[in-house]
């Protein structure tokens, strides 16, 4: 996690459980709301593969979110884990990707 | 939706439709109905919310014998398709108690989101408390049915 979170501009790296919500690990700075995070991510986690499921048959198991102040990147792990990361615009987002598919696979 | 206060309904609605929860129960700590939404029949109702009120009457004295100085935040039950999230809250006019339940479109984390800012809204919202009217037997009975017709409808 501190790895994750070692990454120039990534304020937060969060294990989350998508069935409720939850955090389950985490390490962020002091100002994020990790328990907002895991329960806003999860939501959208759970629309996603809703949406997922209604146009073809499968799972997704990465997801980005860019907006104009931040961004937000999940990438499964074994069920019902994910691993949720925060980042500012600035921070290295294809170092921060690949990062969170290589976490995601350790956890297995 | 069912309000006895009416500046309830909006703090409410917003919960519901933030959530995805189905239904949920604002009450007094001592049971008394505030608010319902989902429920179609007047005797639930009075049963959830004395059950809820119970609850966490009892998990509160559980903190103080464990010695929890501030009691346990809320009370979950998770099922396969479905969960109960039971938590109070101060206010103006005392201590409340919400009772929401959620299913598989929701979670136990955004219903904790969403409850913690229909909590504060509350609070914000309530009007100060007036003066404690007298109880009179000749007005008890329409008050109750005027209680009953807000939170059931006609019956």
């Known amino acids: 996690m501190r790895e994750v979170t070692g990454v120039p501009g990534v304020v937060g790296a969060l294990i989350i459980s998508s069935d409720d919500g939850l955090v389950v690990a985490e390490s962020a700075m002091e100002d994020l709301v990790t328990a907002n995070v895991a329960a806003l991510s999860a939501a959208l986690i759970a629309r996603a593969t809703r949406a997922a499921a209604a146009v073809n048959p499968s799972v997704p198991t990465t997801m980005q979110f860019v907006a104009e102040r931040g961004a937000i990147f999940a990438v499964a792990g074994p069920a019902p884990l994910w691993l949720v990361a925060v980042a500012r615009p600035d921070a290295e987002l294809g170092r921060l990707r690949l990062l969170l598919r290589d976490f995601a696979g350790a956890l297995g | ?131 404690v009217r007298e109880v009179l037997a000749e007005g008890f009975e329409r008050e109750l049915d005027d209680s009953l017709r807000a939170l059931f409808g006609a019956h």
């Open chain 2, 1 to 131: 939706m069912r309000v006895l206060e009416p500046w309830v309904g909006d703090p409410l609605a917003e919960l519901l439709r933030e959530s995805s929860a189905r239904v949920a129960l604002v009450m007094t700590s001592s049971g008394q109905v505030i608010a319902q939404h989902g429920f179609t029949r007047s005797l639930d109702v009075m049963a959830a919310a004395a059950l809820g009120a119970g609850i966490l009457a009892t998990t509160g004295e559980l903190a103080r014998l464990l010695g929890t100085r501030d009691g346990f935040g809320a009370v979950v039950h998770q099922g396969v398709g479905r969960g109960v999230w039971l938590a109070g809250f101060d206010t103006p006019r005392g201590r409340w108690i919400g009772l929401v339940v959620f299913g598989t479109e929701s979670s136990v984390g955004l219903v904790r989101l969403f409850f913690a800012r229909f909590a504060e809204q509350i609070a914000a919202a309530a009007p100060p408390l007036g003066p």
